[in-house]
């Protein structure tokens, strides 16, 4: 079955951009919903969105500086976050649909982003 | 304050059953969308434990299960096993938020 693993810098100075890659393997990127969750120490999960051409939607509390994309050639889904704070440290997950629901079947482990100068 | 709510913690023995509520509203469970239950345990990404109020992905044992009525959904475990010791979330489609909300997230402890 299809996995996911995060990856990301671990470590990103407040106001900058948080850049993380979630690579698809034993399968393929295209024709299917990606979605990013995060969730700060010791809290609960929260979507910040879902990514398909021409069907993405975006927590609306971060939709300002979210933005989704693939890139099918390396099999990779991308979250960027702009103008990171305190509030956006957290585990992030890279998740997309179990067959024939929209639960999220297929998890990656999480990269943790610690947002600190 | 997460759209769903559910109890911060709950208890049991093993061997017992317990029941973890998911409280919406009419613009999530209540409007018809589907409720899915997820297991977390210390470290790991969640794991789907229902999808669609309740239907159990393959591996699943069937004590777990999964149940709607109105604007509230409950996931119930019976036979608890101190493995079942873990954060339990719920999750929907919230329409007013066009987007996916999650519940607060439940702590079992199994005594």
């Known amino acids: 079955q299809v996995q996911l693993q995060e990856s990301g810098p671990g470590l990103v100075n407040p106001s900058e951009t948080l850049s993380l890659t979630c690579t698809v393997s034993?399968?393929?990127?295209?024709?299917?919903?990606w979605t990013w969750v995060r969730q700060p120490a010791g809290k609960g999960l929260e979507w910040i969105g879902r990514?398909?051409?021409?069907?993405?939607h975006y927590n609306p509390s971060l939709k300002s500086r979210v933005t989704m994309s693939i890139d099918a050639s390396m099999n990779q889904f991308s979250l960027r976050l702009t103008s990171v704070t305190a509030a956006d440290t957290a585990v992030y997950f890279c998740?997309?649909?179990?067959?024939?629901?929209?639960?999220?079947?297929?998890w990656g482990r999480g990269t943790g982003v610690t947002v600190s100068s | 304050q997460s759209v769903l709510t559910q109890p911060p913690s709950l208890s049991g023995a093993p061997g017992q059953r317990v029941t973890i509520s998911c409280t919406g509203s009419?613009?999530?469970?209540?409007?018809?969308?589907?409720v899915h239950w997820y297991q977390q345990l210390p470290g790991a990404a969640p794991k789907l434990l229902i999808y669609?109020?309740?239907n159990r992905p393959s591996g699943v044992p069937d004590r777990f299960s999964g149940s709607n009525s109105g604007t509230s959904a409950a996931l119930a475990i019976t036979g608890l096993q101190a493995d079942d010791e873990a954060q339990y979330y719920c999750?929907?489609?919230?329409?007013?938020?066009?987007?996916?909300?999650f519940g607060g997230g439940t702590k079992l402890t199994v005594l």
């Open positions: 998740a997309t649909y179990a067959p024939g629901s929209d639960a999220f079947g297929i």
């Open positions: 034993r399968g393929s990127i295209s024709h299917s919903y």
């Open positions: 990514f398909y051409p021409g069907d993405t």
């Open positions: 009419s613009s999530n469970i209540g409007a018809g969308y589907d």
């Open positions: 669609a109020n309740n």
């Open positions: 999750q929907s489609y919230d329409t007013s938020l066009s987007g996916v909300v």
